[in-house]
């Protein structure tokens, strides 16, 4: 009878370790009775950006790289795009259930509640220049509401969390709008809640002397599925930045600016405008062999494409291409998708693709909607934090149940000098105004 266990013998004192082996892992503290001598510390595992640890136990969201799976609370995402609304996933991976009628009636006004920002707001995002990139500007307007919210500091009492999750999820859209109208010298435009929550987000962007701003249907219909499809997406960059500030115990508008700012990187968030700008450095089909044997000669990378986790198609990205049909449809194509489409025809049928299992993201078709939309490409993280806000509440929240958990505090290999000494004849420092 095979049993659930890894035996491990220790070269170095030829001991024997039985380590339990529970959900394909085995707990690293078991490792430290593994011991050279009384005084040894134990062994550690080293695992560089984290390859291969789980940091946490959580029932949120489901990813099968090889099998290019996602699931929210157990609903694959394919159905959730086409049968659910964005506001009835948030509450599905806040709460691990679909609202009913009644619930969510209740949540959507709750929401609609939230979208007003203090006016203080307003003079803040007054100090930005003209020309300052709109995530700096969201993410430093979301730790902002921190001061406008001090109580939200008592993040064991779950209440006052939820308080905060409804503030938090309800004024994103505001301030994602609000740093677009900054950047182009234009009035801010209040929430209406005659509008849905995509409906009203674009309202916020795009009204201007009409009196009332009625959203195309296919275009708020769209939004809302991207917004689905970037809410959560298990441990990734963000959301494990949103987990280990949050386990400090910080406020979640200090936790989730920081969870922006790791989005806002190239490597991830920030990957949807490197797509559009790559797209447009390239410039037309004919230049696109030159730009791929650059990478493949590890000069430049193909954003928009590869994933720590999928090793096939990334289920979003095919989603979004149906989205981009959709608004296509409406506002004629846009000429950079059949650049898009050409790149990934070439690079799937390239040996250093296929060998390296670099398919399509999330980020790769993204951008090319949102420009079609009418967003400037340094809006398209902005559009990707402000339903990923969701996602890092929900594991913020799961994380805050969780009693295993602890502050977040890695250990390290020491690799510098162990030990040296000042020259015994160098003087003390003595008290002065000096410096
Ligand atoms: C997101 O984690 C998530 O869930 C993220 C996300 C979410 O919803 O939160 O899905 C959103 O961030 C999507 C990813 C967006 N980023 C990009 O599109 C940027 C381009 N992609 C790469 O930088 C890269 O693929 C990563 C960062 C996404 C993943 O990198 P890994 O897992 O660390 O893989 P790696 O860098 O070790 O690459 C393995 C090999 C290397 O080649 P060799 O050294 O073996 O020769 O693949 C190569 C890499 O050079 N490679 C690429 C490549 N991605 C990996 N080569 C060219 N172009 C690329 N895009």
Same mark, same amino acid.
């Given at each position: 009878?095979?049993?659930?266990?890894?035996?491990?013998?220790?070269?170095?004192?030829?001991?024997?370790?039985?380590?339990?082996?529970?959900?394909?892992?085995?707990?690293?503290?078991? &490792?430290?009775?593994?011991?050279?001598?009384?005084?040894?510390?134990?062994?550690?595992?080293? $695992?560089?950006?984290?390859?291969?640890?789980?940091?946490?136990?959580?029932?949120?969201?489901?990813? $099968?790289?090889?099998?290019? #799976?996602?699931?929210?609370?157990?609903y694959?995402?394919?159905?959730l795009a086409?049968?659910?609304?964005?506001? %009835?996933?948030?509450?599905?991976?806040?709460?691990?259930?679909?609202?009913?009628?009644?619930?969510?009636?209740?949540?959507?006004?709750?929401?609609?509640?939230?979208?007003?920002?203090?006016?203080?707001?307003k003079?803040?995002? %007054?100090? @930005?220049?003209?020309? +300052?990139h709109?995530?700096?500007? @969201?993410?430093?307007?979301?730790?902002?509401l921190?001061?406008?919210?001090?109580?939200?500091?008592?993040?064991?009492?779950?209440?006052?969390?939820?308080?905060?999750?409804?503030?938090?999820?309800?004024?994103?859209?505001?301030?994602?709008?609000?740093?677009?109208?900054?950047?182009?010298g234009?009035?801010?435009?209040?929430?209406?809640?005659?509008? !849905?929550?995509?409906?009203?987000?674009? !309202?916020?962007?795009?009204?201007?002397?009409?009196?009332? /701003?009625?959203?195309?249907?296919?275009?708020?219909?769209?939004?809302?599925?991207?917004?689905i499809?970037?809410?959560?997406?298990?441990?990734?960059?963000?959301?494990?930045?949103?987990?280990?500030?949050?386990?400090?115990?910080?406020?979640?508008?200090?936790?989730v600016?920081?969870?922006?700012?790791?989005?806002?990187?190239?490597?991830h968030?920030?990957?949807?405008?490197?797509?559009?700008?790559m797209?447009?450095?390239?410039?037309?089909k004919?230049?696109?062999?030159?730009?791929?044997?650059?990478?493949? *000669?590890?000069?430049?990378? &193909?954003?928009? @494409?590869?994933?720590?986790?999928?090793?096939?198609?990334?289920?979003r990205?095919?989603?979004?291409?149906?989205?981009?049909?959709?608004?296509? =449809?409406?506002?004629?194509?846009?000429?950079?998708?059949?650049?898009?489409?050409?790149?990934?025809? #070439?690079?799937?049928?390239? %040996?250093?693709?296929?060998?390296?299992?670099? /398919?399509?993201?999330?980020?790769? /078709?993204?951008?090319?909607? /949102?420009?079609?939309m009418? @967003?400037?490409?340094d809006?398209?993280?902005? &559009?990707? +934090?402000?339903?990923?806000?969701?996602?890092?509440?929900?594991?913020?929240?799961?994380?805050?149940?969780?009693?295993?958990?602890?502050?977040? =505090?890695?250990?390290?290999?020491?690799?510098?000098?162990?030990?040296?000494?000042?020259? +015994?004849?160098?003087?003390? #420092?003595? *008290?002065? +105004?000096a410096?």
């Amino acid at each position: 009878m095979k049993a659930n266990v890894l035996t491990v013998t220790d070269g170095r004192t030829d001991k024997t370790y039985v380590l339990p082996i529970d959900a394909g892992t085995i707990r690293a503290m078991e &490792l430290r009775q593994m011991k050279e001598g009384a005084e040894d510390f134990g062994l550690m595992t080293y $695992d560089p950006a984290f390859m291969n640890t789980a940091s946490c136990k959580s029932s949120i969201t489901y990813i $099968d790289g090889d099998k290019g #799976i996602l699931r929210y609370r157990g609903y694959p995402i394919e159905e959730l795009a086409e049968k659910c609304t964005f506001l %009835e996933v948030a509450y599905l991976l806040l709460n691990g259930e679909l609202p009913t009628d009644n619930q969510l009636k209740e949540w959507q006004n709750e929401v609609k509640h939230h979208t007003m920002l203090h006016e203080t707001t307003k003079k803040f995002l %007054e100090g @930005f220049r003209y020309d +300052a990139h709109p995530m700096g500007m @969201f993410v430093s307007t979301v730790a902002a509401l921190s001061t406008v919210y001090p109580e939200a500091r008592n993040v064991l009492d779950a209440e006052n969390r939820r308080r905060q999750i409804v503030r938090l999820i309800g004024k994103v859209p505001t301030i994602a709008a609000y740093t677009y109208r900054h950047s182009k010298g234009l009035p801010y435009v209040y929430p209406d809640d005659d509008l !849905n929550y995509t409906g009203n987000f674009m !309202n916020m962007l795009w009204r201007m002397v009409e009196p009332k /701003y009625a959203a195309h249907p296919v275009m708020a219909r769209a939004l809302s599925v991207l917004f689905i499809l970037h809410a959560d997406h298990e441990q990734n960059c963000s959301t494990n930045t949103m987990r280990a500030v949050g386990s400090s115990q910080a406020d979640p508008y200090l936790s989730v600016a920081a969870a922006a700012a790791a989005l806002s990187g190239p490597l991830h968030g920030g990957a949807n405008e490197a797509v559009l700008r790559m797209l447009d450095q390239i410039g037309t089909k004919e230049n696109i062999p030159a730009y791929i044997e650059q990478v493949k *000669a590890g000069k430049l990378k &193909l954003m928009g @494409f590869g994933h720590r986790v999928y090793k096939n198609y990334d289920p979003r990205a095919r989603i979004i291409k149906w989205a981009a049909d959709q608004v296509f =449809r409406v506002t004629g194509r846009n000429p950079r998708l059949d650049m898009a489409l050409e790149l990934e025809k #070439i690079a799937l049928e390239d %040996e250093y693709f296929i060998k390296r299992k670099l /398919y399509p993201n999330v980020d790769f /078709y993204s951008g090319i909607i /949102y420009q079609a939309m009418g @967003f400037s490409p340094d809006m398209f993280t902005v &559009l990707f +934090a402000i339903p990923r806000t969701v996602g890092w509440l929900a594991h913020w929240d799961e994380l805050m149940r969780d009693t295993e958990q602890k502050i977040a =505090r890695p250990r390290q290999i020491y690799t510098g000098v162990m030990e040296r000494h000042l020259p +015994a004849n160098r003087p003390a #420092i003595q *008290a002065s +105004a000096a410096v």
